[in-house]
């Protein structure tokens, strides 16, 4: 018997490290980044934080978007952190409220009025209001995160993100979704990780 009992008592302590070491290293494969700016309402209802003084680029179509994207790589990715796919973050003007452009306009990336950059495909450098932003089901930068519980609109607030480990859902495309903790909001970062 007692033969048995130290079998058992060695399988449930190999078991507990595995497990132990298996959770450590899941937890531990996150990367955590804190998100800064303004609470501001997104087209779909819910509060974000997105970039102090904001301002978005409007071009007049999809193509000058893409383009332009693709050409200011390396300025986009300093301003939000990560790469963008040009697919995501050119939005037509007519998915959000209240329209200001018109049809056939489209949103390109959003960031902090210091950090806009000059361009002939940018018709105008936009100033970020309510509404906006974050159409149900669309992407989200990295630098935008949903607001805390009880933040309120035009605050300063930070927002601590995850991304990688068990705080993402990959969903196949080598990008980060979801939010803080593990939280499943209606839209997602469209980071790209190369």
């Known amino acids: 018997m007692r033969n048995f009992n130290a079998l058992l008592d060695r399988r449930v302590a190999s078991t507990a490290l595995i497990l132990g070491l298996g959770t450590a290293v899941l937890a531990g494969c996150g990367t955590e980044y804190t998100v800064s700016g303004t609470v501001h309402k997104g087209a779909n209802g819910i509060e974000y934080v997105i970039p102090n003084d904001a301002h978005q680029a409007v071009y ?34 007519t998915k959000f409220h209240p329209v200001v452009y018109p049809r056939g306009y489209y949103y390109g990336v959003m960031t902090s009025g210091q950090q806009e950059w000059n361009s002939t495909r940018v018709i105008t450098w936009s100033p970020v209001r309510d509404g906006q932003f974050a159409a149900n089901g669309e992407a989200l930068q990295r630098d935008v995160a949903q607001a805390p519980d009880g933040a309120t609109e035009g605050e300063h607030t930070s927002v601590n993100e995850h991304e990688g480990g068990i705080f993402s859902d990959t969903g196949g495309d080598g990008g980060v979704h979801g939010g803080g903790g593990g939280e499943a909001p209606d839209v997602h970062p469209i980071v790209v990780d190369r």
Do not use: W, Y
């Open 60 to 93: 007049k179509n999809k193509a000058d978007c893409e383009a332009d994207v693709q050409a200011h790589e390396a300025q986009i990715k300093k301003a939000t952190g990560a790469e963008v796919k040009p697919s995501d973050v050119c939005q037509p003007v």
